[in-house]
């Protein structure tokens, strides 16, 4: 047996991270059997879908690196991997049901099923259908129509037994039938709904293993019933455990944002990723600029092999010392058994903390290959840089080091690649430590000891900066803060000297220059 899993995303909105774990487990436990991994399209409810939302999720999925063998763009031998175009074959299903006496159309109101729900509430009962609107002949279909009603179609729902299956993750699973409901698989529209479509399209493709999140164990009888109804193999079913809210034991919903934003290890996650879109002066959709997003984390520079192990690690673990993989670790390694039954906490920070691991660990050349778009969006770096450019970046990566958490943030430095007369000062920085008393003095005095100064470089500007402060008589923070705004705009940063034997003596005179000239004319306005 070809081992056969898939993902299943409805195009309502962007990738979400649970889904992402979710479709991490599948791809993970089909590439481990050798088997295949096929990207379905359950776009059932023409409603809520969202022709725009689509391809972020097939860009996504590319970017994580997680390929499926058959869906869209891919095609393969079970082509549409959409079920909007798969309605022949549902339609077909439903008429099978309807034959076979395990589904029936159903002529009732909403008002109708709403007065016997409310009446089961009075009598504090459970409320199970009557089916007193229940059409099973052509005759008493066509009373009920010769009243205005429309039908939906309902499954017939055995009312004594225990659906009873062994689930890969949660072990022996039993359901009674009797608390199950007479479940609508196809609207009075005649479009079918997600529980008929999903299993249909799981035999069609030949699914051997669905694999999901344990919210939906409770649909699995009723699609249980449809797969036996229609003569099918059932699937083995895996239900992971959902992955929670920060710091709780509650599932991470999309609608809570504002709430989560308010947690600070969240919010600090969120907070990292504007700066980084303000310093590019970008503006992302506000509804894929979330850390519940997978499109946050592309946007902001993170790698997809940082996010794609932490999320291994959201109910799965190899044991109580190992949290680094690579994807081919992953794939050797993965097993349901080993999969948690309890909800793993979204922690904003471990997720970061993985991702600085992840970039500290690459090769210098990756590490400037990751940031060099970056600064070409923001226009630090031209969109063909000249080796001389990449020098510059490799030097300025280096010398920032963990400072680079995310590719990102090196949008802090994008002072090194301004023009010596055009990088924006920190006001606040500026007035604090140049326009102090006799600050542009010392500045000009030790402008001078820069000119004639070799090598120029780091060990040998940090000599210069200590003669310097000795013949003065000053503590260094009075000048050395005042070098590094003249030089790069900022009150903070990597090494300073590191800094200045990167820009070189001319940008640093000519740095130091137009600060002087800005102190001076400042000064003149006042007057």
Do not use: W, Y
């Given at each position: 047996m070809t081992v056969r899993t898939r993902f299943a995303p409805s195009p309502t909105g962007y990738l979400h991270i649970g889904g992402v774990r979710t479709a991490l487990f599948n791809w993970l436990f089909a590439r481990r059997h050798g088997g295949r991994f096929i990207l379905r399209i359950d776009d059932t409810d023409q409603r809520r879908n969202v022709r725009e939302a689509l391809q972020p999720i097939l860009d996504g999925f590319r970017w994580l690196g997680l390929d499926w063998d058959e869906g869209p763009e891919v095609g393969g031998p079970h082509a549409p991997y959409f079920q909007s175009g798969r309605q022949a074959r549902h339609q077909e299903a439903v008429e099978r049901l309807l034959a076979g006496g395990h589904a029936y159309r159903d002529y009732a109101t909403a008002d109708e099923i709403q007065a016997e729900r409310e009446a089961a509430q009075r009598r504090k009962q459970r409320f199970i259908y009557s089916r007193r609107w229940m059409a099973e002949t052509p005759a008493e279909a066509a009373a009920f129509e010769s009243q205005g009603r429309r039908a939906v179609v309902r499954l017939k729902m055995p009312r004594e037994g225990v659906c009873a299956f062994d689930d890969q993750v949660r072990g022996p699973v039993a359901f009674e039938w009797a608390l199950e409901q007479d479940h609508v698989v196809q609207r009075a529209d005649g479009s079918c709904l997600y529980h008929l479509a999903s299993a249909v399209d799981d035999h069609d493709f030949e699914i051997t293993h669905v694999i999901r999140a344990v919210e939906h164990l409770s649909n699995t009888p009723r699609q249980i019933f449809i797969t036996r109804a229609l003569g099918y193999d059932a699937p083995a079913y895996a239900h992971l455990p959902y992955v929670a809210e920060p710091g709780s034991a509650e599932k991470l919903s999309k609608r809570k944002l504002n709430a989560y934003l308010q947690h600070p290890d969240f919010r600090k996650l969120h907070e990292h990723g504007a700066a980084i879109m303000s310093a590019l002066g970008e503006s992302p959709p506000p509804q894929s600029f979330n850390p519940l997003v997978v499109e946050f984390y592309r946007t902001v520079g993170y790698r997809p092999e940082a996010l794609l192990n932490y999320l291994l690690l959201l109910g799965w673990s190899l044991d109580d010392r190992t949290e680094m993989f690579t994807t081919a670790e992953m794939i050797a390694q993965f097993t349901l058994d080993r999969v948690n039954r309890s909800a793993a906490s979204f922690d904003a920070l471990k997720l970061l903390a993985f991702e600085e691991r992840y970039m500290q660990r690459l090769?210098?050349?990756?590490?400037?290959?990751?940031?060099?778009?970056?600064?070409?969006?923001?226009?630090a770096l031209p969109p063909s840089p000249t080796a001389s450019d990449l020098g510059r970046v490799s030097r300025v990566v280096a010398a920032a080091g963990e400072r680079i958490r995310v590719a990102g943030d090196i949008v802090n430095y994008t002072d090194f690649f301004q023009s010596d007369r055009a990088f924006p000062y920190d006001e606040k920085a500026f007035r604090k430590r140049l326009r102090a008393d006799g600050a542009a003095a010392r500045l000009e005095r030790f402008r001078a000891a820069l000119e004639t100064v070799e090598p120029y470089d780091a060990e040998?500007?940090?000599?210069?900066?200590?003669?310097?402060?000795?013949?003065?008589?000053?503590?260094?923070?009075?000048?050395?803060?005042?070098?590094?705004?003249?030089?790069?705009?900022?009150?903070?940063?990597?090494?300073?000297?590191?800094?200045?034997?990167?820009?070189?003596?001319?940008?640093?005179?000519?740095?130091?220059?137009?600060?002087?000239?800005?102190?001076?004319?400042?000064?003149?306005?006042?007057?």
């Open positions: 090769p210098a050349e990756a590490r400037v290959a990751a940031v060099v778009p970056f600064l070409q969006r923001c226009g040998t500007l940090n000599g210069v900066m200590h003669r310097f402060v000795e013949a003065e008589a000053i503590p260094i923070g009075r000048i050395v803060h005042a070098v590094r705004v003249a030089v790069t705009g900022k009150a903070v940063g990597f090494g300073l000297f590191e800094g200045m034997e990167i820009l070189g003596r001319a940008a640093c005179l000519a740095r130091i220059d137009r600060a002087l000239e800005e102190l001076e004319r400042s000064a003149a306005e006042r007057v």
